[in-house]
Structures are given as C-alpha cells and as structure tokens.
C-alpha cells in the first residue's frame, strides 16, 4: 500500500514562504510523476506543480510560476514544494500526489497552507 504523507503547511502572511514535504513509502521512481495539488474552499483540485521522475522535468501551474519550486530527495524519496511570496490566493489544502505507469493515482491526506495577515 502506497503512503504519501504531507508536512510543512501552516499560517504564514502575504510574501511569507513555506516548504511542503511529501514522504513516499517507496522510491519515487516507482511512480511515473510526483505533484502538488491544491484545493480552495469552493473550488476544484488544482495542479500547482508536477515533476516526471524520470526526466526530471516539471510543470507548474501559471499562477504559481516564478513562486514556486518542486524539487525532489532521492534517497529520502521525499518531494518539496517551496512556496516563496504567497498571496492570500495561495491559501488551500495542498495534495501530495504520484501517478503510477499505469492508471493509478495515489493521494496523501493534505495539508493545510493558510495566507493571512
């Protein structure tokens, strides 16, 4: 059973930074691509940003973009999320997620990110 477990969420103000950690319970080259979603009240999940484990490479949402980094720890097959100048938009339930090679998507339980002043 796959786990992904979600830390780093919490209150921070308007042009404040937070880093968001995703723990996998296997290596992350298991999964096709490792992401950040959100969700605001009212709203649909979103993807904020995605990294393709095998390629490296990455796609953020546009209104995150030049904010926001994803990164990755192989050895800790551990995923990060640094959020720098948060806006209050910025405030949802932030999602871990790995996509398998197949069908499969796997969720972690969230985490809260609330921008406030």
């Known amino acids: 059973q796959v786990q992904l477990v979600e830390s780093g969420g919490g209150l921070v103000q308007p042009g404040g930074s937070l880093r968001l950690s995703c723990a996998a319970s296997e290596s992350i080259f298991s999964f096709k691509a490792m992401g950040w979603y959100r969700q605001a009240p009212g709203k649909q999940r979103e993807l904020v940003a995605r990294m393709f484990t095998s390629s490296g490479s990455t796609n953020y949402a546009d209104s995150v973009k030049g904010r926001f980094t994803i990164s990755r720890d192989n050895a800790k097959n551990t995923v990060y999320l640094q959020m720098n100048s948060l806006k209050p938009e910025d405030t949802a339930v932030y999602y871990c997620?790995?996509?398998?090679?197949?069908?499969?998507?796997?969720w972690g339980k969230g985490t809260l990110v609330t921008v406030s002043s």
């Open positions: 997620n790995a996509a398998s090679w197949g069908t499969v998507n796997y």
